[in-house]
C-alpha cells in the first residue's frame, strides 16, 4: 500500500522528463497517495477526487514558492484542513447521480473491512482526520498536529475519542471477541 | 484499543482503501480550476470594493468563489477592531468547565491587537476558514477554575482579539494572552486554556488565504525603523518587498536598495529548520514591509552566516547576500 511521505525528499519520480522538478510530474508522482487518504476521509471515490482536486487547486500557485521538497506536506495541508473547513456545506448535501455510489455495504461482512468503514463513517470530521493521519499516514501526534494546525494535547484527546467510539462501536464489537 | 487493535486499525485502514482510479489529467484539471476560482474572485472583489468602498477601515480581502462563502451563501462583512482593553486581564470567570464557544456562521474573522505587547496587526481580515477556526477555538480546553489562591505568572507577551462578524451585524470577540495567565476568553465569559493554539491557527489560514489571492495593488507606506518593529504574525521575511538595514540596537535604518533586495528574498527562499545555534551575538537586522503590508524582520545569528526567520527557520547567506550585508554594515556605521 502506497502511503504519503511525511519528511525527506520527494521520491525521484517527481522529477519530470526534462530533469526539472514540475507540479505535474509532482500531481503524477503522488496524486494517488493523495486520492487515497482523501477517500478514506470522504469514504467516496468521486468526492475523494473533489477534495484531491480542490486542495491541489489551492496550493497550486504556492508550488514555485514552497518548492518539490515542502509541496507534498502542503498540499495534504490543504486537503486535511479544507476538509474539515467545508466538507459540511460543501459536500453533505446529496447530488445527483446516474450511477449507484460506491459505497461499502452496511451489513456485516467476512473481513471487517465494511464494518471498519462504517465505524469510520460515524466519527466527527476531526477525529476521523486523526485517524487517517494516525493510523493510514503514520504521522505522529506531532506531524499530525502540524498537519492539522492543532496543538498536540488536541491530537491526543481527538484521538483517544475516536478510538473510544470505534472500540464501542457494535459493528466492530465481534472483531474484540 | 490496544498495540494488538492499533495494528489492526493500521491494516484495516490500509486493506480497505481501493484502487485509485485513472486520473491522467488531474494536474490539468487542478491548474483550470484554479485559475477558474481566480478569475471569479477577482470578479467578486471588484463587486464587493464598489459597496463597501469608504465604509471599510482597512482593505479586507474578500472573494466572489463559491468555496469561499459562508454556509448560507452570504459573503464576509467588514469587521473593524474593537479598543484595547485597558485592564490586563484575568481569568477570574473561569469555572473550569468550557461554555458554548463561538457561535457558528461567522463569516469574518479579524485579528486587532489585544492587551499585552504589541504585534503588527494584519490588514486583511480573514473569510475563509472561519468554520474552521471556529472549531479551534471551541476545542480548546476549559481554563482550570479560578479561585481565591490562583495566579498566574508575571511575564511579557502578545496580546490578541479576534472579532467575528455574522451577516446580520453582530459580532464574538475572543480574546487571547500568550503571557500571564495563558487565557482565551470568548465572549467575556467562556475561558478556555492554550491560546497559542488559536494564535497560530488564525496566522496559518490567513497565509492560505493568501496564497490564493495576489496581494492588493497598494497598501499604506512603509514606515521601517530598527526601533523594535512590532512584526506581523502572518508575514514571511522572504516575501519583503521593501526593507531597511540594522547595524545595532535602534541605530539608523539603512534604506537596501530594490535590486539588492531582491537578491536577499532569493536567499530567503532557501530557508531550513534553524536548528541548534551558538550563543553570541552578531550585529544585523533587516525589517521589511511585504506587499500584504506587513512588517518584518530578519537578524543575524551567531557569525553572520545564518540569519533567523519567522516559524524557527534560518537561511543561510550566499557570498552574492553576504556582500550586500557587508557594504550595508560598513554604510550603518
Known amino acids: 500500500m502506497e502511503r504519503t511521505v511525511v519528511d525527506g525528499p520527494m521520491p525521484q519520480a517527481v522529477v519530470d522528463a526534462d530533469g526539472g522538478d514540475s507540479f505535474d510530474a509532482f500531481v503524477s508522482a503522488r496524486g494517488n497517495a493523495l486520492w487515497r487518504s482523501a477517500w478514506l476521509l470522504t469514504g467516496d471515490h468521486q468526492l475523494a477526487e473533489d477534495l484531491v482536486q480542490t486542495a491541489l487547486a489551492k496550493s497550486w500557485r504556492a508550488f514555485d514558492r514552497v518548492g518539490i ?29 446516474a450511477d449507484l455510489p460506491e459505497r461499502g455495504s452496511k451489513e456485516p461482512d467476512a473481513d471487517g473491512r465494511n464494518d471498519l468503514l462504517a ?44 478510538l473510544a467510539a470505534l472500540r464501542s462501536s457494535p459493528r466492530l464489537q465481534r472483531e474484540e471477541s | 484499543m490496544n498495540e494488538y487493535d492499533d495494528q489492526w486499525l493500521r491494516d484495516g485502514l490500509a ?66 477592531c474593537p479598543e484595547v482593553p485597558a485592564e490586563m486581564p484575568y481569568p477570574e470567570k473561569a469555572t473550569g468547565k468550557a461554555g458554548e464557544g463561538v457561535p457558528d456562521g461567522a463569516t469574518t474573522a479579524r ?79 467562556d475561558v478556555r486554556s492554550d491560546p497559542e493554539t488559536l494564535w497560530a491557527r488564525y496566522s496559518s489560514l490567513l497565509r492560505e488565504q493568501r496564497d490564493a489571492l495576489d496581494p492588493p495593488a497598494s497598501t499604506p507606506a512603509a514606515d521601517l525603523s530598527c526601533g523594535g518593529p512590532q512584526v506581523s504574525p502572518a508575514g514571511r521575511a522572504a516575501d519583503m518587498t521593501e526593507a531597511v538595514y540594522c547595524f545595532e540596537g535602534e541605530g539608523v535604518a539603512i534604506p537596501i ?77
Open chain 1, 69 to 97: 521538497d515542502g509541496f507534498e506536506a502542503y498540499v495534504r495541508r490543504v486537503m486535511f484542513t479544507t476538509y474539515i473547513s467545508w466538507w459540511r456545506r460543501k459536500w453533505r448535501g446529496e447530488r445527483p447521480t
Open chain 2, 15 to 80: 486493506a480497505a482503501v481501493p484502487t485509485p482510479p485513472e486520473a491522467a489529467d488531474r494536474a490539468q484539471r487542478a491548474t483550470v480550476k484554479a485559475r477558474r476560482a481566480r478569475q471569479v474572485r477577482v470578479a467578486g472583489v471588484l463587486g464587493v470594493a464598489a459597496v463597501v468602498v469608504g465604509a471599510a477601515v482597512a482593505w479586507t480581502v474578500s472573494s466572489g468563489d463559491d468555496s469561499d462563502r459562508a454556509a448560507d451563501g452570504t459573503k464576509a462583512v467588514s469587521v473593524t
Open chain 1, 119 to 162: 465505524a469510520l463513517d460515524g466519527l466527527p470530521r476531526g477525529q476521523r482526520a486523526v485517524v487517517v493521519l494516525r493510523y493510514f499516514e503514520d504521522l505522529t501526534e506531532a506531524q499530525a498536529a502540524g498537519v492539522l494546525g492543532i496543538g498536540v494535547g488536541t491530537v491526543k484527546s481527538q484521538c483517544s475519542r475516536a
Open chain 2, 111 to 189: 485579528l486587532c491587537q489585544g492587551q499585552g505587547t504589541k504585534f503588527d496587526v494584519p490588514l486583511d481580515a480573514l473569510v475563509v476558514g472561519i468554520e474552521d477556526l471556529i472549531a479551534t477555538a471551541n476545542g480548546l480546553d476549559a481554563y482550570p477554575e479560578w479561585g481565591p489562591n490562583s495566579a498566574c505568572n508575571l511575564d511579557f507577551g502578545t496580546g490578541y482579539q479576534i472579532v467575528f462578524g455574522y451577516p446580520d451585524g453582530s459580532t464574538t470577540a475572543v480574546t487571547g494572552e500568550l503571557y500571564g495567565c495563558r487565557a482565551v476568553t470568548i465572549g467575556g465569559d
Open chain 2, 257 to 333: 536598495p530594490a535590486k539588492d533586495v531582491a537578491v536577499l528574498v532569493a536567499d530567503m527562499q532557501t530557508s531550513g529548520p534553524i536548528g541548534v545555534t551558538r550563543a553570541c551575538f552578531t550585529p544585523g537586522r533587516i525589517v521589511g514591509q511585504t506587499a500584504w503590508g506587513d512588517t518584518v524582520q530578519t537578524s543575524a545569528l551567531c557569525g553572520g552566516d545564518r540569519w533567523a526567520m519567522e516559524d524557527d527557520l534560518a537561511w543561510s547567506v550566499s557570498p552574492a547576500s553576504k556582500a550586500i550585508l557587508d557594504r550595508l554594515a560598513t554604510e550603518a556605521r
